[in-house]
């Protein structure tokens, strides 16, 4: 499959995430919209939602959407215990894989901004939740993951995308 890179990226987490945070993604999402950057999301509650707020161009990709099968084949490679998923929540992760490679699964994200519990950007735990799905199709594609439950993550967002991105944001200060 040839994949290719368009300005996308993915903003996604835990449902659970803190409000401080939420704050500052929606702030990313805002300076990531000022530089003409495509949001990739799963329209849930807390980290998506907080990204969707600020996007203003954005790809939400939904598990009562029609998802190709494709999706689900990839999902399953990446899913340590897919045989033992129902069937909604199968379609939940094999849709974590259009947020990184896009609708039609040939367009990666260039990054991955998110906040899971344990700051997981390569190896994933019970506690990175649903969100590590993406976090191990998005390492297995090269796709790099800032994960900003980490300290120093919003800098290397900044330095990663070379945009004016913290014009909305007093988080650097």
Partial sequence: ??????CAYAGIGSRKTPPSILYQMTDIAK?????????RSGGAAGADSAFEEGATKKEIFLAS???????????????PAWGGLQPYVK???ARNAQQILGKNLDCTVKFVVCWT???AETETTIKTGG??????????YRVPVFNLANEGSLEKVKDFCDCALMQYSDYLS
């Fill in 1 to 6: 499959m040839n994949i290719r890179q368009d």
């Fill in 31 to 39: 300076g990531l919209a000022e530089c003409s950057w495509t949001l």
């Fill in 65 to 79: 959407a029609e998802i190709p099968e494709a999706a689900f084949e990839i999902a399953s490679e990446y899913h």
């Fill in 91 to 93: 379609k939940l992760h």
């Fill in 117 to 119: 519990p344990d700051g």
């Fill in 131 to 140: 969100t590590g799905q993406a976090i191990r199709i998005a390492n297995a």
